[in-house]
């Protein structure tokens, strides 16, 4: 049953949300569950109720009854228990006010154990034997609400109700005149406690439920860098057929730092996917991924001595003889590495067919003189990459391909030289050494939010102004058990030096 909620909880996504409610919160990740995701929680929900139902034992009951031709009949039933319930249809209803799920033309079985006696003549006749009891067209309805509270949902129980149409009782042994007696005596009582039963335990379902969701961590902590802000933002939105999430979804330093970046909303809540309905739609903000830039940046993390290359000659003045004759002169066959830092951090651009990253970066030129490290020159780069993101696991990934980039030199200790002239040897590096270095880390990606238990599964990705939505639809493997961080954090953040 609580594995089944959380599946509501999945916002671990995305984007910023109309803030009517507390306008300076802004969610950058914010989650919509299709009528088909509400679904599909719904049956697990059902299917997990049902197999914590049961067994369910119910309260003894003992009864004195007056029957025809015997007297005062003392009867008992004993060791209730219902072992078995059946819902042969549900649905689940987001409203105005909550979330309705209805479970209709259930059955359930029930054992027990019935005892009687009675005096006659002086002495005291007693028997004793099992019964079973079929219980048909139940019906289970309740009404959940659901609110943020301080960055935590709340699940709250806002009407419950259970009703028995029909029971039928057949008694294992016994004489005949006791079958009526055992009905007129507990048949309304076996249907009110069934249906107070059912009751209780659905109260006591939710409270666990609402005691985990209260249990989720406002932060998850992806590696020694960075940190996951997943405090939800704002009411979730219930529209007829769906229900939104939204999480702040930044970034932060996992040391606490904050962050300096300066982030603009400009987003509304809405479901995008198009194509066969799925389950979840969970969309980022550009900002997500500015985020963890910043953050990265100032983590001054981004710098990056390269000193092996595909074609180790590069990274010896000897092939720089005719680009750059002075450094040569200056220092022959001297090998040298190249210290990468970024200047900026990485700013990340999604337009509806492209997601365009721009990085500035210092190249400063090391030379190696004796056991000396002298830094020649520094060249700075700003490269155009374009970048294509899809789904692995839980993870989102990334990839880039160079577009385009512009050099200058930044300063010099061995006299000026021209750019176009190291133009080759630049896109050589850059194609085989630093952006094979920035997919490398991009391939493992980041781990979308998701519950534990739950993988995404046929996903769709597209990428529309400053968002990229993921499309999917999702798989439960039964093997949850609570725990203290249920997100499936198992791959580091795209890192850069880490
Ligand atoms: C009580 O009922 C269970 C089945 O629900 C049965 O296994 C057990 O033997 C019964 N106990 C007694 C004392 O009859
Ligand atoms: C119920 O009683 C029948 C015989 O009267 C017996 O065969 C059966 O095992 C009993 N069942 C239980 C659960 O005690
Ligand atoms: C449970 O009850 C249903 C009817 O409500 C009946 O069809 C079914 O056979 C019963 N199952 C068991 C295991 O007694
Ligand atoms: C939602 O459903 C109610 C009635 O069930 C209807 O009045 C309302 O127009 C619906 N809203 C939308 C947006 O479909
Ligand atoms: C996380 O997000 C919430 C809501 O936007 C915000 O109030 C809180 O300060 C953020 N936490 C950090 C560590 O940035
Ligand atoms: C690399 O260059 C940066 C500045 O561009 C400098 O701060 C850093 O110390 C250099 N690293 C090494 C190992 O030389
Ligand atoms: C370079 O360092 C090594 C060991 O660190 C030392 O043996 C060698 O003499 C040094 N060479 C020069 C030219 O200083
Ligand atoms: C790189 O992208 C920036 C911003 O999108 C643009 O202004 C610049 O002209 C581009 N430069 C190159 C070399 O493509």
């Known amino acids: 049953m609580a594995a089944a909620f959380f599946f509501l909880l999945m916002p671990f996504f995305l984007v910023p949300a109309s803030t009517h409610l507390q306008s300076n919160e802004e969610g950058f990740i914010s989650t919509v569950i299709s009528e088909k995701g509400l679904d599909f929680a719904k049956d697990i929900l059902i299917e997990k109720a049902i197999s914590s139902l049961t067994p369910l034992y119910l309260p003894r009951v003992e009864k004195t009854l007056r029957i025809p031709l015997i007297g005062n009949v003392h009867f008992g039933l004993s060791n209730i228990s219902i072992y078995r319930v059946d819902v042969r249809s549900s649905y689940v209803k987001p409203g105005d006010t909550g979330i309705s799920i209805v479970a209709s033309g259930a059955t359930a079985n029930l054992s027990m154990n019935w005892f009687y006696s009675y005096s006659a003549w002086l002495i005291t006749v007693s028997d004793k034997g099992n019964a079973s009891v079929q219980v048909e067209g139940m019906e289970v309805g309740l009404t959940l609400g659901?609110?943020?509270?301080?960055?935590?949902?709340?699940?709250?129980?806002?009407?419950?109700?259970?009703?028995?149409?029909?029971?039928?009782?057949?008694?294992?042994?016994?004489?005949?005149?006791?079958?009526?007696?055992?009905?007129?005596?507990?048949?309304?009582?076996?249907?009110?406690?069934?249906?107070?039963?059912?009751?209780?335990?659905?109260?006591?379902?939710?409270?666990?439920?609402?005691?985990?969701?209260?249990?989720?961590?406002?932060?998850v902590s992806v590696n020694e860098i960075v940190a996951l802000n997943v405090t939800f933002v704002n009411e979730p939105v219930f529209s007829n057929f769906s229900i939104g999430f939204e999480i702040d979804g930044l970034f932060t330093a996992a040391d606490k730092v904050v962050s300096s970046g300066n982030y603009v909303m400009n987003s509304q809540l809405s479901a995008s996917c198009k194509g066969p309905v799925k389950m979840l739609e969970i969309s980022l903000d550009e900002d997500v991924f500015n985020s963890a830039s910043n953050i990265y940046y100032n983590a001054e993390v981004m710098q990056w001595i390269v000193d092996k290359v595909p074609d180790q000659s590069l990274l010896n003045t000897a092939s720089w003889k005719y680009i750059v004759p002075q450094l040569y002169k200056m220092y022959p066959n001297n090998d040298m590495n190249?210290?990468?830092?970024?200047?900026?951090?990485?700013?990340?651009?999604?337009?509806?067919?492209?997601?365009?990253?721009?990085?500035?970066?210092?190249?400063?030129?090391?030379?190696?003189?004796?056991?000396?490290?002298?830094?020649?020159?520094?060249?700075?780069?700003?490269?155009?990459?374009?970048?294509?993101?899809?789904?692995?696991?839980?993870?989102?990934?990334?990839?880039?391909?160079?577009?385009d980039f512009t050099m200058s030199l930044k300063w010099s200790k061995i006299g000026d030289f021209h750019m176009y002239l190291i133009q080759s040897v630049m896109r050589t590096l850059l194609k085989t050494v630093f952006l094979p270095y920035v997919n490398l880390h991009l391939g493992r990606g980041f781990p979308l939010p998701i519950i534990r238990g739950f993988t995404l599964q046929n996903a769709d990705i597209f990428c529309a102004s400053s968002k990229i939505y993921v499309c999917s639809d999702v798989v439960f493997a039964d093997s949850y058990k609570p725990k203290l961080l249920p997100y499936d954090l198992t791959h580091p953040l795209l890192g850069f030096g880490v």
Not at 159 to 166: A, H, I, P, R, T
Not at 349 to 365: A, E, G, Q, R
Not at 384 to 392: H, L, P, Q, R
């Open 338 to 403: 190249l210290n990468v830092s970024l200047s900026f951090p990485p700013f990340i651009k999604i337009s509806p067919y492209n997601i365009d990253s721009t990085i500035y970066s210092d190249v400063t030129i090391d030379v190696f003189d004796n056991n000396d490290t002298i830094p020649v020159a520094c060249i700075s780069l700003v490269v155009n990459a374009s970048g294509s993101v899809g789904i692995s696991g839980n993870n989102l990934v990334g990839s880039v391909t160079l577009v």
């Open 146 to 219: 659901l609110e943020n509270q301080q960055g935590t949902l709340k699940l709250s129980l806002m009407d419950c109700g259970c009703y028995v149409k029909d029971i039928d009782i057949t008694l294992n042994g016994g004489a005949s005149w006791l079958y009526q007696g055992v009905v007129d005596a507990f048949e309304g009582k076996i249907r009110s406690s069934v249906e107070n039963a059912i009751t209780k335990k659905i109260k006591e379902g939710i409270l666990k439920l609402d005691s985990l969701l209260r249990s989720l961590p406002k932060e």
